[in-house]
């Protein structure tokens, strides 16, 4: 029996199990072939929708789904550390999901208008990919972007993940739309052919090395110092945490380069130059070396960003983090909402955003691409830094986020930005996951989570660009923007011929 003929409810629980489903396509599950065989039956329910309403509704149940059981980690922040009362902040969360879902309203009402009267062919192998597409495109870019639980990501251990340093995680999501609509037409001779040939493409790709060495290896160090977020920002703490820091970083007087974690020092810089950041680099001096950590940077008139400081023999420089967190790190429409928040009692940050192109630092003479925490979820704001950067930074604070599926999650999207670029990426965080990942994606080492740990390791200086770092997602988006435009002329000229 058709979809079309089943109870409109039963279609929105299939298309809500679908997206549910889609979860355990991602890390920590990483069952990436799972997203193949879940994403054709949602293309397949949409197929046989019927009105543009009943596909916008699928693609709502969808979104609901994947955000519902993917994001719902995001109740933790906002309960435990946002200051939060828990009924209010299950409500934020569920109007969180609830308002980003209408993106996949989104991919199933364009999948509708643009394969109306299309072939079953050109349904699955064109207009769903490219629906999808768009849409993902939507989410990372519209009203600040929430580009978490892209397709691609689903991929990072499979061979599609070779088109990455073509195309970018969104690109890597499209083919693998294109393979669930392939997998549809599995009954026709060459859609199986074409399958085996888009995956083996993949796999030949990721053999190719985009970028080669610069200069010897780098000893590093990256600082897992573990402390309770309930206490980072204790006054009593800070003495303690600190000491923390410097003892496990002592432990590792071979690395060249030591890296703590977003906010690892928990104070305004301004407030501790003499007493801590200058005797910390004088030693750093002394011992040939650099490290760089996250703190809160002041300026004198009175703004305050999320930075990363870095100073030793490769001299003192900053990056502040220029994608803020909407609510979390700022509060957007300031005007507007600051009286219901204030009445609600709910607290907010007010960091500023670094201004102007991404800057990069110098560790160990090279120049080292920036981004702090919720950054890496942008690629395109990541390879800004190159090709200058000789390898790329991420540092995090996911005690945000408890002992949940978002730190897995983060770790996979750092993957896919080190194999993007072609560069080393270090990931340090306060309490997991830190991280050493190669140029191919792949995680060199890895420290466990909750535990106080150095995690050593040695990375080789990357030199060149990958063809994603030199156009990053503007293809994507122009292919996206004509493709629809085409589709939708040649329906409208279609129609008038009829009439």
Same mark, same amino acid.
């Given at each position: 029996?058709?979809?079309?003929?089943?109870?409109?409810? %039963?279609?929105?629980? /299939? =298309?809500?199990? *679908?997206? $549910?489903?889609?979860?355990?396509? @991602?890390?920590?599950? +990483? !069952? #990436?072939?799972?997203?193949?065989?879940?994403?054709?039956?949602?293309?397949?329910?949409?197929?046989?929708?019927?009105?543009?309403?009943?596909?916008?509704?699928?693609?709502?149940?969808?979104?609901?789904?994947?955000?519902?059981?993917?994001?719902?980690?995001?109740?933790?922040?906002?309960?435990?550390?946002?200051?939060?009362?828990?009924?209010?902040?299950?409500?934020?969360?569920?109007?969180?999901?609830?308002?980003?879902?209408?993106?996949?309203?989104?991919?199933?009402?364009?999948?509708?208008?643009?394969?109306?009267?299309?072939?079953?062919?050109?349904?699955?192998?064109?207009?769903?990919? %490219?629906?999808?597409? /768009? =849409?993902?495109? *939507?989410? $990372?870019?519209?009203?600040?972007? @929430?580009?978490?639980? +892209? !397709? #691609?990501?689903?991929?990072?251990?499979?061979?599609?993940?070779?088109?990455?340093?073509?195309?970018?995680?969104?690109?890597?999501?499209?083919?693998?739309?294109?393979?669930?609509?392939?997998?549809?037409?599995?009954?026709?001779?060459?859609?199986?052919?074409?399958?085996?040939?888009?995956?083996?493409?993949?796999?030949?790709?990721?053999?190719?090395?985009?970028?080669?060495?610069?200069?010897?290896?780098?000893?590093?160090?990256?600082?897992?110092?573990?402390?309770?977020?309930?206490?980072?920002?204790?006054?009593?703490?800070?003495?303690?945490?600190?000491?923390?820091?410097?003892?496990?970083?002592?432990?590792?007087?071979?690395?060249?380069?030591?890296?703590?974690?977003?906010?690892?020092?928990?104070?305004?810089?301004?407030?501790?130059?003499?007493?801590?950041?200058?005797?910390?680099?004088?030693?750093?001096?002394?011992?040939?070396?650099?490290?760089?950590?996250?703190?809160?940077?002041?300026?004198?008139?009175?703004?305050?960003?999320?930075?990363?400081?870095?100073?030793?023999?490769?001299?003192?420089?900053?990056?502040?983090?220029?994608?803020?967190?909407?609510?979390?790190?700022?509060?957007?429409?300031?005007?507007?909402?600051?009286?219901?928040?204030?009445?609600?009692?709910?607290?907010?940050?007010?960091?500023?955003?670094?201004?102007?192109?991404?800057?990069?630092?110098?560790?160990?003479?090279?120049?080292?691409?920036?981004?702090?925490?919720?950054?890496?979820?942008?690629?395109?704001?990541?390879?800004?830094?190159?090709?200058?950067?000789?390898?790329?930074?991420?540092?995090?604070?996911?005690?945000?986020?408890?002992?949940?599926?978002?730190?897995?999650?983060?770790?996979?999207?750092?993957?896919?930005?080190?194999?993007?670029?072609?560069?080393?990426?270090?990931?340090?965080?306060?309490?997991?996951?830190?991280?050493?990942?190669?140029?191919?994606?792949?995680?060199?080492?890895?420290?466990?989570?909750?535990?106080?740990?150095?995690?050593?390791?040695?990375?080789?200086?990357?030199?060149?660009?990958?063809?994603?770092?030199?156009?990053?997602?503007?293809?994507?988006?122009?292919?996206?923007?004509?493709?629809?435009?085409?589709?939708?002329?040649?329906?409208?000229?279609?129609?008038?011929?009829?009439?």
């Amino acid at each position: 029996m058709s979809p079309a003929e089943w109870h409109p409810g %039963l279609r929105l629980a /299939a =298309s809500f199990v *679908l997206g $549910a489903l889609m979860v355990l396509a @991602f890390a920590p599950f +990483s !069952l #990436g072939q799972l997203a193949i065989i879940d994403l054709a039956a949602f293309f397949y329910l949409l197929r046989h929708a019927g009105t543009p309403r009943t596909a916008a509704g699928l693609g709502y149940a969808f979104g609901l789904g994947l955000l519902g059981f993917g994001v719902f980690w995001l109740r933790i922040s906002i309960n435990q550390f946002g200051g939060i009362q828990p009924p209010l902040g299950l409500l934020f969360t569920l109007l969180f999901i609830l308002v980003v879902a209408l993106f996949f309203a989104f991919t199933g009402w364009l999948a509708f208008r643009l394969g109306r009267g299309r072939s079953e062919q050109v349904f699955m192998l064109l207009v769903a990919p %490219l629906a999808w597409l /768009a =849409s993902e495109l *939507l989410r $990372a870019y519209l009203f600040t972007g @929430f580009p978490w639980l +892209s !397709l #691609g990501y689903s991929q990072i251990d499979l061979p599609l993940a070779g088109f990455a340093p073509l195309l970018g995680v969104f690109g890597v999501g499209a083919l693998a739309a294109l393979s669930a609509g392939l997998l549809l037409l599995w009954r026709r001779g060459w859609s199986p052919p074409l399958l085996l040939v888009l995956w083996g493409g993949g796999y030949g790709l990721s053999l190719v090395e985009w970028t080669a060495p610069l200069g010897d290896p780098v000893p590093v160090a990256l600082v897992q110092g573990n402390v309770r977020q309930m206490d980072k920002w204790r006054p009593s703490m800070f003495e303690l945490t600190l000491q923390r820091y410097q003892r496990l970083s002592d432990q590792a007087d071979r690395a060249r380069v030591v890296i703590w974690p977003e906010t690892a020092i928990p104070a305004f810089d301004d407030r501790i130059e003499d007493a801590v950041l200058r005797p910390l680099e004088e030693k750093l001096r002394g011992q040939g070396r650099d490290l760089l950590t996250g703190i809160v940077a002041r300026h004198p008139d009175g703004r305050y960003f999320n930075a990363m400081l870095s100073f030793g023999v490769s001299g003192r420089h900053a990056y502040y983090k220029r994608h803020l967190v909407p609510f979390g790190e700022y509060l957007p429409l300031a005007p507007l909402l600051g009286p219901v928040l204030d009445f609600l009692h709910i607290p907010m940050s007010d960091f500023s955003p670094g201004g102007g192109p991404a800057r990069p630092v110098k560790l160990a003479g090279h120049w080292v691409g920036v981004d702090i925490c919720y950054e890496d979820a942008f690629g395109n704001e990541v390879a800004a830094a190159l090709p200058r950067a000789a390898f790329l930074v991420n540092a995090s604070n996911d005690a945000w986020f408890g002992d949940s599926l978002a730190p897995h999650q983060h770790l996979q999207i750092a993957r896919m930005r080190a194999l993007e670029t072609g560069r080393y990426l270090l990931r340090t965080t306060n309490t997991g996951i830190s991280a050493v990942i190669g140029p191919g994606g792949r995680i060199l080492k890895q420290a466990p989570q909750f535990q106080q740990v150095v995690l050593q390791g040695s990375i080789v200086p990357m030199q060149g660009m990958t063809p994603y770092a030199r156009w990053r997602d503007a293809p994507l988006v122009v292919l996206a923007l004509v493709l629809s435009a085409l589709l939708l002329l040649r329906r409208s000229r279609y129609a008038g011929s009829v009439i």
